[in-house]
């Protein structure tokens, strides 16, 4: 899954321990989301959006071939 957390971040100047903190991870986890290798629960990803200011499907963006596999 791709995401715009990094993009969204650098226009709120965050740094991803800043917003790690703000929605009670470890840095690594927002690393692993901004490189697609972490796919967060949905209370995770309402925090996040809750932070960037932007709505969950803003963030998360999801490859229509991803969900017909689900």
Same mark, same amino acid.
């Given at each position: 899954?791709?995401?715009? #957390?990094?993009? =969204?971040?650098? *226009? ?6 800043e917003?790690? *903190?703000? +929605?009670g +991870? *470890? ?14 629960? =949905?209370? $995770? @990803?309402?925090?996040? @959006?809750? @932070?960037?200011? @932007?709505? +969950?499907?803003? #963030?998360? $963006? ?9």
């Amino acid at each position: 899954m791709k995401t715009r #957390i990094k993009e =969204l971040r650098a *226009r709120h100047d965050l740094t991803q321990e800043e917003l790690a *903190r703000q +929605v009670g +991870v *470890r840095r690594e986890t927002i690393l692993f989301l901004e490189k697609g290798k972490y796919n967060p629960s =949905l209370k $995770l @990803a309402c925090k996040i @959006a809750r @932070a960037l200011q @932007a709505g +969950v499907e803003e #963030i998360f $963006l999801f490859d229509e071939d991803e969900l017909e596999k689900s």
